[in-house]
């Protein structure tokens, strides 16, 4: 396949291809999509940046185009996603065609979205929270969808919405054509994944745990006191756009108001944010006018920035396959791109796992972070504490051994000389046990004294008037 007028599409989809400067396909667009176009299901799995939006979006259009009885739906983790998705599939579809697509995710006016179902539009992009709430609304209807698309399907798995993808499944007809899509597919990922499936055709392209070959990893050692010092020198070094990875909501809006009072146009963007919010922050990030974007793992998927040179994992992602969707913000569609990785002192543990995702035939070697945990424990005194007590217990056993192979008894001698205060000679245990008694008779007085004391009743305060003997 060289091109996509040998496979047969429908003439107004290859005119919307043209107007996109579409000219040759990508592997996973050569391998895809005439699988597709045979009405085949496909679990299809290829690294960020190589066009799996096309890859599923133009066998989408075409099948619309040539079943006019039959809706398309497409089911996105997140809502900057979806919208990249319903650009790109207005877009393949042309502003002349009749096909109308709409857009169904949290975070804005479900009224808008009751009166747009209304017009029953044919192509349904949306995140499966909304989309399960207007199923059970009664306002979507799923019987003519003959066409699914599950978009990043293992980001959606890790996102807890398993349950929410069996109730839409529900909705839908049993025959259907059903198409899947990430760039990172785990085996428990799979397993699940196969239940939607009907005789899938599996298409891989490349490795998918490792990112693409035009982005230059660069990692800094630094410490947690340094990081955000080191990180302004290392921005005087850009010029272009670049995007900041955290990992909280929190350290997001922190960072970039930092940022702004050192007199960087930064801005943030999370989970927390409204959508018109979210909407207008990326958008100002496209147009150039924010140079620094600061954004956690929502921005780690499908967010298509074309002058975006630079990501920067200012705190590491707690999932080392969130690490590969994080630096595949850059270096998309040929061009070059750098990722830096900030690893303190608290990160050994992550990067060691990213490392042996990306590398499984390597062994992973962190002199920093040994020499590291060897001086934290021998700066850590109830550290070294215990290792003395373990010591000196350990000892004893093995002398307790040692006299039972011996045949002799360990006496109880044996045992108070290993105590320190516990060895006395014959005089001092003699005038210890005329001091035990003595303690104990004399409090054995007091508590009798205390008892007797306790007997006698109580002075009374006003004393009664003397009976005079002479009345």
């Known amino acids: 396949m060289e091109n996509f007028q040998s496979l047969g599409l429908p003439e107004p989809l290859l005119h919307s291809l043209k107007v996109m400067q579409f000219e040759k396909p990508t592997p996973i667009q050569a391998q895809t999509i005439p699988f597709a176009l045979e009405g085949n299901d496909i679990l299809g799995s290829a690294q960020t940046g190589t066009g799996k939006t096309a890859a599923y979006g133009i066998p989408l259009v075409s099948f619309l185009l040539t079943n006019p009885d039959s809706n398309a739906i497409v089911l996105t983790p997140t809502r900057e996603l979806a919208l990249q998705v319903l650009k790109a599939l207005r877009e393949m579809i042309g502003r002349e065609s009749y096909l109308r697509a709409t857009l169904l995710i949290g975070g804005e006016p479900i009224d808008r979205q009751l009166r747009q179902l209304e017009r029953k539009p044919r192509v349904i992009v949306g995140t499966p929270g909304r989309i399960n709430d207007h199923l059970s609304r009664g306002s979507l209807k799923l019987n003519t969808t003959r066409f699914v698309v599950f978009d990043e399907t293992d980001r959606m798995l890790d996102m807890g919405f398993s349950i929410q993808l069996k109730e839409i499944a529900q909705y839908l007809p049993a025959k259907r054509q059903t ?227 011996s045949g002799k008894k360990f006496s109880d001698d044996k045992k108070d000389s290993k105590r320190p205060g516990k060895k006395y000679s014959d005089d001092k245990k003699k005038r210890f046990k005329k001091s035990k008694k003595s303690s104990e008779k004399s409090f054995s007085k007091d508590s009798n004294n205390k008892k007797s004391r306790d007997m006698k009743p109580r002075r009374k305060l006003f004393k009664p008037a003397r009976k005079n003997n002479n009345e």
Not at 192 to 219: D, F, H, M, R, W
Not at 262 to 267: F, Q, S, V
Not at 303 to 323: A, F, G, K, S, W
Not at 332 to 350: E, L, M, P, Y
Request: include cysteine.
């Open 179 to 405: 198409l899947m899509f990430s760039a990172t597919m785990m085996p428990e990922s799979l397993k699940i994944a196969q239940s939607y499936l009907n005789n899938a055709k599996e298409v891989a392209i490349g490795l998918t745990n490792e990112p693409t070959k035009n982005v230059e990893q660069e990692i800094i050692r630094t410490k947690d006191f340094e990081k955000y010092e080191r990180l302004l020198n290392r921005l005087d070094k850009i010029n272009t756009s670049c995007i900041i990875f955290v990992k909280t909501k929190i350290g997001a809006d922190k960072l970039a108001r930092k940022l702004r009072d050192n007199d960087r146009r930064a801005d943030a963007i999370h989970g927390d944010l409204r959508q018109r919010k979210r909407e207008r922050v990326i958008k100002t990030f496209r147009e150039r006018k924010n140079r620094i974007l600061v954004a956690t793992d929502i921005a780690a998927r499908g967010i298509d920035v074309p002058h975006l040179e630079y990501v920067i994992n200012y705190d590491l992602p707690q999932c080392p396959e969130d690490y590969i969707h994080r630096i595949g913000r850059t270096g998309r569609a040929g061009a070059q791109g750098t990722a830096i990785s900030f690893v303190g002192s608290q990160d050994n543990i992550k990067w060691k796992r990213i490392y042996r995702l990306m590398n499984p035939n390597e062994k992973f070697e962190d002199t920093d972070s040994d020499n590291d945990r060897r001086r934290s424990r021998s700066r850590h005194p109830r550290r070294r504490n215990e290792s003395s007590r373990r010591f000196s217990r350990d000892k004893k056993f093995s002398e307790k051994k040692d006299y039972k192979r």
